[in-house]
Nanobody, 115 residues
Framework: QVQLVESGGGLVQPGGSLKLSCAAS???????MGWYRQAPGKQRELVAR???????NYADSVKGRFTISRDNAKNTVYLQMNSLKPEDTAVYYC??????????WGQGTRVTVSS
C-alpha cells in the first residue's frame, strides 16, 4: 500500500553532516514516520521518530546531533545528522506507521562515517 524511498546516504568524515530523505508514495494519512539503523553485528535500533502533530523522539545516542523533520505536503521525512561519529555507521531505514498500526519499510540507505 505504501512505498518508501530513502536517499542521502554516503561516506562522510567524522564530524561531518548528512541529510537523509524518505519519500512516501501516494496520498494517505499516517501516524508516525521515523528512522531506524542497523550497524554491522548489531540489532536494528530506533534513531528518531516523528508523530503526526510534530512530537519527536530520539535515541539517547543521537540527541543533540540529529534532527528529524517532515514536510506533510510532500509526504517526506528528513533526518539531519550533524557531528557524525564512526559509531553512526549503519544502514538507515525509513519507517512509516499508518493509522491502523501497520508498519512499512524502505530499502535502506548506507551511511559510512570514516576517515
Amino acid at each position: 500500500q505504501v512505498q518508501l524511498v530513502e536517499s542521502g546516504g554516503g561516506l562522510v568524515q567524522p564530524g561531518g553532516s548528512l541529510k537523509l530523505s524518505c519519500a512516501a508514495s501516494g496520498s494517505f494519512r499516517f501516524y508516525a514516520m521515523g528512522w531506524y539503523r542497523q550497524a554491522p553485528g548489531k540489532q536494528r535500533e530506533l534513531v528518531a521518530r516523528i508523530i503526526s502533530g510534530s512530537t519527536t523522539n530520539y535515541a539517547d545516542s543521537v540527541k543533540g546531533r540529529f534532527t528529524i523533520s517532515r514536510d506533510n505536503a510532500k509526504n517526506t521525512v528528513y533526518l539531519q545528522m550533524n557531528s557524525l561519529k564512526p559509531e553512526d555507521t549503519a544502514v538507515y531505514y525509513c519507517n512509516l506507521e499508518n493509522l491502523q498500526g501497520v508498519d512499512y519499510w524502505g530499502q535502506g540507505t548506507r551511511v559510512t562515517v570514516s576517515s
